[in-house]
């Protein structure tokens, strides 16, 4: 379990299951396994019948073994392209990340390494390995 202390914790929200409407397709909805919020209060509203417009600035997606590549992918590619500055995949059976900058550029980070999200949410920087523990 991460547990973290970040510079402004009053301005961060976490949100479990948070539902993003990509702005690309108004007509559909994310779900995102986890997302950060950086200054946006209302995150915390969306329910099973409504959505929050607030757009995520972190989402971590669970990549279970029986998930589709070609759905996956999809989703990972509507993340960046509604806003959200770096979309992480946790990748549970071979414990590792692969961090998504918005230009979907991919970086692999193993539990011998850290997580620095300093540059979207100050002083949120973890080891991987705190992600699995």
Same mark, same amino acid.
């Given at each position: 379990?991460?547990?973290?202390?970040?510079?402004?914790?009053?301005?961060?929200?976490?949100?479990?299951?948070?539902?993003? &409407?990509?702005?690309?397709?108004?007509?559909?909805?994310?779900?995102?396994?986890?997302?950060? @919020?950086?200054? &946006? $209060? *209302?995150? $915390?509203?969306?329910?099973?019948?409504?959505?929050?417009?607030?757009?995520?600035?972190?989402?971590?997606?669970?990549?279970? *073994?029986?998930?589709?590549?070609?759905?996956?992918?999809?989703?990972?590619?509507? @993340?960046?392209?509604?806003?959200?500055?770096?979309?992480?995949?946790?990748?549970?059976?071979?414990?590792?990340?692969?961090?998504?900058?918005?230009?979907?550029?991919? &970086?692999?980070? $193993?539990?011998?390494?850290?997580?620095?999200?300093?540059?979207?949410?100050?002083?949120?920087?973890?080891?991987?390995?705190?992600? @699995?523990?």
């Amino acid at each position: 379990m991460v547990r973290q202390t970040i510079a402004e914790p009053d301005a961060t929200d976490i949100v479990v299951s948070h539902l993003v &409407q990509p702005a690309t397709d108004p007509d559909s909805l994310l779900i995102a396994d986890v997302a950060l @919020f950086v200054g &946006q $209060r *209302d995150a $915390r509203t969306a329910s099973s019948t409504s959505y929050s417009t607030a757009v995520p600035a972190v989402v971590f997606e669970v990549v279970d *073994d029986w998930d589709n590549a070609y759905l996956w992918h999809e989703k990972m590619t509507l @993340f960046p392209r509604s806003g959200v500055a770096a979309t992480i995949s946790v990748w549970p059976t071979s414990r590792k990340i692969t961090v998504f900058s918005p230009d979907m550029t991919g &970086q692999d980070r $193993r539990t011998d390494e850290q997580l620095d999200l300093t540059a979207i949410i100050p002083g949120l920087r973890f080891p991987v390995a705190a992600i @699995f523990d």
